[in-house]
């Protein structure tokens, strides 16, 4: 796979920042954070809509460092097997050890003890984790970073101190991180004079990175599928955009929503009071995305 990094990640730059200093920066002056005594015991769980860069950005957080990096799929630690999953989650842990300097990501973290089901075997599987995650106050350089897109699944103990207890939000991309965006995704594409990036960026509000790739893709699609026919080869124009912007819907709307609702539901505001920051800044735009008007 090709190697990622901060520069393949439109914007985004506070959670960047955090990143630097609490995964990145312990790894490359581990002097300067014993000098200030600068204790490394917080992990990074990063939150938010589907397709808007969690998953990217631990891509580029190890393409950053010179470390071993772990990329688990939560989902595939767990087997049905009792026994066979506690073995999974000790096996990974102890593998980062041996291989630090190492970043763990745990991808879809909620699969681990989602507490609407929190039967006798979710909870045996989350318990083994918490072992884990304890076990690892002197964690020497393992970097746990850990990413789900739907929070209101993790059971709270995951997010208590010396856990996860950077509960970083993701943001749909706002108007300049969409500029930036479409930037990244047309990075060595013919594409024509009249293309207005800020005028693509206005017309999809509301959407994810995930779809502006796909709106990249589809507006490539038209003059490449020309040229197969036989036609000389043209640049991506204007046109070809707003073609493919039409075709796309976003996704990102009903995320919002749920979101709020389950929260709410299960009274877990004080876990992501950035979300509903966010969701204030929203202000004027919020009948948009919630319906009501
Ligand atoms: N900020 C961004 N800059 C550039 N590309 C982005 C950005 N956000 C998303 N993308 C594009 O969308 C794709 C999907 O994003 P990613 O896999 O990181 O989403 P995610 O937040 O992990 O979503 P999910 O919750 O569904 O796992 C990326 O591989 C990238 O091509
Ligand atoms: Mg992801």
């Not at 999974?88 to 842990?93: D, R």
């Not at 003890?113 to 318990?127: C, F, I, K």
């Not at 209101?152 to 706002?174: C, E």
């Not at 300049?176 to 930037?183: D, P, Q």
């Amino acid at each position: 796979m090709k190697r990622v990094t901060f520069a393949d990640v439109g914007d985004l730059e506070r959670i960047k920042r955090e990143i630097m200093l609490s995964i990145i920066y312990p790894l490359k002056r581990p002097d300067l954070y014993e000098l200030y005594k600068r204790g490394l015991k917080s992990s990074i769980l990063l939150y938010g809509p589907p397709g808007c860069g969690k998953t990217l950005l631990a891509r580029a957080t190890a393409g950053e460092v010179q470390a071993k990096f772990y990329n688990i799929k939560t989902a595939d630690l767990l087997s049905k097997w009792y026994g066979e999953t506690d073995k999974n989650i000790q096996f990974v842990f102890e593998e980062a050890r041996k291989n630090s300097p190492a970043i763990l990501f745990f991808d879809e973290i909620d699969s681990i003890g989602s507490h609407q089901d929190a039967e006798h075997h979710e909870r045996r599987v989350l318990n083994a984790f918490l072992t884990e995650l304890d076990g690892f106050e002197d964690r020497g350089d393992v970097m746990i970073l850990a990413a789900t897109n739907s929070p209101w699944s993790i059971d709270p103990a995951l997010m208590r101190p010396g856990r996860f207890d950077k509960l970083l939000f993701v943001p749909p991309p706002g108007f300049k991180a969409r500029v930036e965006i479409f930037k990244i995704h047309l990075r060595g594409r013919p594409v024509a004079e009249d293309v207005d990036l800020r005028e693509l960026a206005r017309l999809t509000d509301g959407h994810s990175g995930a779809d502006i790739r796909e709106i990249c893709n589809d507006a490539a699609t038209f003059p490449l599928e020309e040229a197969l026919q036989g036609k000389p080869p043209r640049e991506i124009c204007m046109e070809d955009f707003l073609k493919a912007i039409k075709s796309r819907r976003s996704s990102l709307l009903y995320w919002l929503r749920v979101a709020k609702l389950k929260i709410v539901e299960r009274k877990m505001e004080e876990f992501f009071p950035e979300l509903f920051e966010y969701f204030k800044e929203l202000g004027a735009s919020e009948e948009k995305v919630f319906g009501y008007a």
